[in-house]
């Protein structure tokens, strides 16, 4: 398995002169996944997880549903330049009687804006996809214990506090309690870890739990949300439209803004309690 960081040096220029440190940095490799020996994916990704990743990831666009769904997960041999294992490669073996995806899944309802999707296809095919239903849950949170989530997220990001270049998602219950925490280079990457660790755990879906995230809420990560389900996903920073459509849609609560005692709740509000 790579390293999480690396060493760099760098000239450090202040309003008062400038000297030559060492400096952290996070590891940025890519992590090819295949299904049945099969590509359908190449992501960068910080290593570590690699296998909560790649489960995530599948669970996520609806091509396994449960842990019972997969066979085994596997290294690829794929030697670097000095002849090392680069363990850059997956193979995700599906239990017999689960169907492969027969098309390449980041080419269908599951990419990015940057992708140009259209974005009613994109909501119709959640809703279409989607095995858990967020809408149904009775989960409620105390907006006290959803202040002091950010907080609670940073102190467990370890690597973040290195680097400064981390993006950290975390799962936790209703009252507060982190039930796991992940980081990566790829806002993405860091939700496919958690729910890649709740498949694992066989706790799909998440019913009675708050995913937060570091940056802002993508339609991306609330459908993963969605396909997890989770009925509260949080983010430090803004929303997006689309995410917003999407969490109406699906009946998720949608925190975005989160600093300090401060919040915007964009749908079903009923379930943060004053």
């Known amino acids: ?3 999480v960081t690396s060493r760099r040096r760098a000239r450090h220029v202040t309003a008062t002169g400038a000297t030559a440190r060492p400096e952290t940095l996070v590891v940025e490799e890519p992590l090819e996944i295949r299904v049945d020996g099969r590509s359908v994916t ?47 490669v997956l193979d995700v073996t599906l239990a017999p009687g ?62 973040f506090a290195t680097t400064g270049g981390l993006h950290g998602a975390g799962l936790f219950d209703a009252a507060g309690q982190a039930l796991v925490v992940r980081e990566d280079i790829g806002r993405h990457n860091a939700v496919d870890k958690v729910i890649g660790w709740a498949l694992e755990q066989h706790r799909i879906p998440l019913g009675g739990t708050v995913l937060l ?15 997890a389900g989770i009925p509260m996903l949080a983010a430090v920073s803004a929303p997006s439209s689309l995410a917003v459509d999407l969490a109406a849609q699906s009946g998720l609560t949608l925190v ?19």
């Open 1 to 3: 398995m790579g390293r």
């Open 42 to 88: 190449v992501t960068m990704r910080t290593p570590g997880s690699d296998v909560e990743l790649a489960q995530g990831f599948l669970l996520t666009e609806g091509v396994v549903a449960d842990r019972d769904d997969i066979a085994s997960v596997r290294y690829c041999r794929g030697a670097d330049e000095d002849g090392v294992n680069s363990y850059n």
């Open 98 to 159: 689960v169907a492969p995806p027969d098309v390449d899944p980041t080419r269908n309802f599951y990419t990015t804006s940057s992708c140009g999707v259209c974005g009613k296809a994109s909501l119709d095919a959640v809703r279409l996809v989607s095995k858990h239903a967020p809408g149904d849950d009775p989960m409620t949170v105390d907006a006290a214990v959803l202040a002091d989530l950010p907080a609670e997220l940073r102190r467990r990001q370890k690597v």
């Open 213 to 227: 995230v570091s940056g802002r809420a993508s339609f991306e990560l609330t459908q993963k949300a969605v396909m």
């Open 256 to 274: 975005a803004f989160l600093r300090g005692e401060s919040m915007n709740v964009y749908t079903r509000p009923d379930r943060v309690l004053n």
